[in-house]
T-cell receptor, first 114, second 110 residues
Framework: EAQVTQNPRYLITVTGKKLTVTCSQNMNHEYMSWYRQDPGLGLRQIYYSMNVEVTDKGDVPEGYKVSRKEKRNFPLILESPSPNQTSLYFC?????????????FGSGTRLTVV | AQRVTQPEKLLSVFKGAPVELKCNYSYSGSPELFWYVQYSRQRLQLLLRHISRESIKGFTADLNKGETSFHLKKPFAQEEDSAMYYC????????????FGQGTTLQVKP
């Protein structure tokens, strides 16, 4: 089944403890992106990647890092999480040459930083 | 600036009533617009693309360039339509970035 898989689904952590949220897609998509969803703010893009080893900042990149060493994986790294990063995170992917199809989203990761 | 505005945070209707979820956009070129739906505790799913002019689950959306709108409509709401709906615009850069509105929660009462 074609899908975007995120792990973990739920995570509670403490301030300052480094964490990684994994994202993997099995559709051979070039484009991958991370969004955070907050009430009243909709979804905001954190980082995106247009292909392997090509990443760039979105609208709210502060406090986050990403890497794209392989086409299928796009992990989101929080080096020193803070409570304002408590949010629902979504990974998404789409093929480069079929932008009109829109993104396929993962199931989301609900992160709580205490 | 590229922006998507969904003016209603919550829209509550009775089953069988017509539904219109509003979406306005700000964009200088030819927009690519989408509607996504998020059912409770589930992932976002693509509902409609303006380019395909399709009808999914009874929903339709017409791009009105004069009014810069892409409202989502359904003539008769069903309880299973209750969800969060997001309007999204694909930006002009080749990054494929989607710009989302704030979302509208549709509540269909029995």
């Amino acid at each position: 089944e074609a899908q975007v898989t995120q792990n973990p689904r739920y995570l509670i952590t403490v301030t300052g403890k480094k964490l990684t949220v994994t994202c993997s897609q099995n559709m051979n998509h070039e484009y991958m992106s991370w969004y955070r969803q907050d009430p009243g703010l909709g979804l905001r893009q954190i980082y995106y990647s247009m292909n392997v080893e090509v990443t760039d900042k979105g609208d709210v990149p502060e406090g986050y890092k990403v890497s794209r060493k392989e086409k299928r994986n796009f992990p989101l790294i929080l080096e020193s999480p803070s409570p304002n990063q408590t949010s629902l995170y979504f990974c998404a992917s789409r093929p480069r040459d079929r932008a009109f199809e829109g993104y396929t989203f993962g199931s989301g990761t609900r992160l709580t930083v205490v | 600036a590229q922006r998507v505005t969904q003016p209603e945070k919550l829209l509550s209707v009775f089953k069988g009533a017509p539904v219109e979820l509003k979406c306005n956009y700000s964009y200088s070129g030819s927009p690519e617009l989408f509607w996504y739906v998020q059912y409770s505790r589930q992932r976002l799913q693509l509902l409609l693309r303006h380019i395909s002019r399709e009808s999914i689950k009874g929903f339709t959306a017409d791009l009105n360039k004069g009014e810069t709108s892409f409202h989502l409509k359904k003539p008769f709401a069903q309880e299973e339509d209750s969800a969060m709906y997001y309007c999204a615009l694909r930006g002009s850069s080749n990054t494929g970035k989607l710009i989302f509105g704030q979302g509208t929660t549709l509540q269909v009462k029995p």
